[in-house]
């Protein structure tokens, strides 16, 4: 079982910056591959980015050169760092846990999700 904490989250104008964390428990943290995804009202949960056991990273287009995620094993804390934010990135942002992953960007490939940190960004 592995539970997953997120925080960082907040209200912020366009163009700011956020840097998220979500806080694993277990010791095989570092087995798993963690992605963060986002959820705006009234839209589906959308995959934002991962990162594999290995550190390899992946993201979706509208977030590449503005995001950067990464992880600190040591820690069991995968981070998101979020620069130049605009309204559009404001959501509900999740990170996730799977022990396997074929296709990152899809929900049900994850074991575990945390509960969730607001982002906000104001024009």
């Known amino acids: 079982q592995v539970q997953l904490v997120e925080s960082g989250g907040g209200l912020v104008q366009a163009g700011g910056s956020l840097r998220l964390s979500c806080a694993a428990s277990?010791?095989?943290?570092?087995?798993?591959?963690m992605g963060w995804f986002r959820q705006a009202p009234g839209k589906e949960r959308e995959f934002v980015a991962v990162i594999r056991s290995i550190g390899n990273t992946y993201y979706t287009d509208s977030v590449k050169g503005r995001f950067a995620i990464s992880r600190d094993n040591a820690k069991n804390t995968v981070y998101l760092q979020m620069n130049n934010l605009r309204p559009e990135d404001t959501a509900v942002y999740y990170c996730?846990?799977?022990?396997?992953?074929?296709?990152?960007?899809?929900?049900?490939?994850?074991?575990?999700w945390g509960q969730g940190t607001q982002v906000t960004v104001s024009s």
């Open positions: 996730a846990a799977a022990a396997t992953l074929y296709v990152a960007t899809r929900t049900r490939e994850y074991d575990y």
């Open positions: 277990g010791r095989t943290f570092s087995g798993y591959h």
